[in-house]
């Protein structure tokens, strides 16, 4: 018991006590005259007005969370696609062909997150500006290079989501394809199968629970992302639900629909990750 008190305190104070304070905030009441969040500590007095106006702007007639709800799912899941498309390759290159220089490729895949992430993204801004070296490269070699790639456009939100969570997926995959038993690639070639064979029947089936981990690692962060959103965009036409949390807690008076709203993500992120751990629970009672 002693040695889980650091632990248990550690997830008191940073976890528990935050999300309760969420729940006082969402339960809470509003200021008349500040129009600041006034919390509610007692559960018995807790309120469900913010609950009744985030429901009616999410189902309501006149709705307005809907359409950046459905946006921020469809963003998330063409990053993750395009996201796996790349780490995948890479993380199977690193693991398998990288020989002696494996731990220098590994110093370069950390070595993002030596960056903060504001920095690359600011990176980004400049690379992407109308004057920029993106546009600047493309009149060089013959095709349009006066782009607004920052005003307002869906693919740049999404390669900016790509670009600042793949490190992740790329890391996950790599430590699940390296602890792949190589004998198992061996035997599949000594039976007869090819290289692309063996790749496609062998080491992608072993590596689904790395790529399903890997998914969820990204894809969870993505949807409530808002930074990505607001630094390279900040049209109301690439609007994410994050963008929509970010602006209700900072309005006067909409604090607690903030918390409300930040409340039903949660839960809405919980339903994906308990399937994912009782499905890798039931896969390792199967294999046990």
């Known amino acids: 018991m002693g040695l889980a008190a650091p632990g248990a305190i550690w997830l008191i104070l940073l976890f528990v006590l935050p999300f309760y304070v969420m729940l006082a905030v969402a339960g809470g009441q509003v200021n008349s005259f500040f129009q600041t969040a006034v ?171 790395t790529i399903i981990a890997g998914a969820f690692i990204t894809a969870l962060p993505m949807l409530g992302d808002y930074f990505t959103n607001q630094l390279m965009s900040g049209a109301p036409g690439t609007t994410m639900i994050g963008n929509v949390i970010e602006g209700q807690l900072n309005a006067p008076g909409e604090t607690g629909q903030g918390a409300v709203l930040s409340l039903m993500l949660l839960i809405v992120l919980l339903i994906p990750m308990a399937w994912y751990v009782f499905s890798t629970a039931r896969e390792s009672r199967r294999y046990a």
Do not use: C
């Open 39 to 209: 919390p509610v500590w007692n559960p018995l007095q807790w309120s469900s007005n913010n609950l009744t106006v985030v429901w009616n702007d999410i189902f309501g007639s006149g709705s307005f969370i809907g359409a950046p709800a459905l946006r921020t799912l469809l963003y998330t899941v063409v990053a993750a696609a395009i996201s796996l498309a790349i780490a995948y390759p890479v993380a199977y290159f690193v693991s398998r062909y990288a020989g002696k220089r494996k731990t220098l490729f590994l110093v370069l895949l950390i070595a993002p997150f030596w960056v903060s992430y504001m920095m690359r993204m600011l990176a980004w801004i400049d690379l992407l500006q109308q004057n920029g070296f993106f546009n600047s490269a493309l009149s060089f070699f013959g095709l349009p290079g006066s782009t607004d790639w920052l005003g307002g456009k869906s693919v740049t939100v999404i390669m900016g989501l790509v670009y600042g969570y793949i490190p992740y997926l790329i890391l996950v995959l790599y430590a699940g394809l390296d602890r792949i038993d190589t004998s198992l690639l061996e035997a599949s070639r000594d039976l007869g199968l090819g290289r692309w064979r063996t790749f496609w029947h062998v080491t992608v089936p072993l590596s689904k629970p």
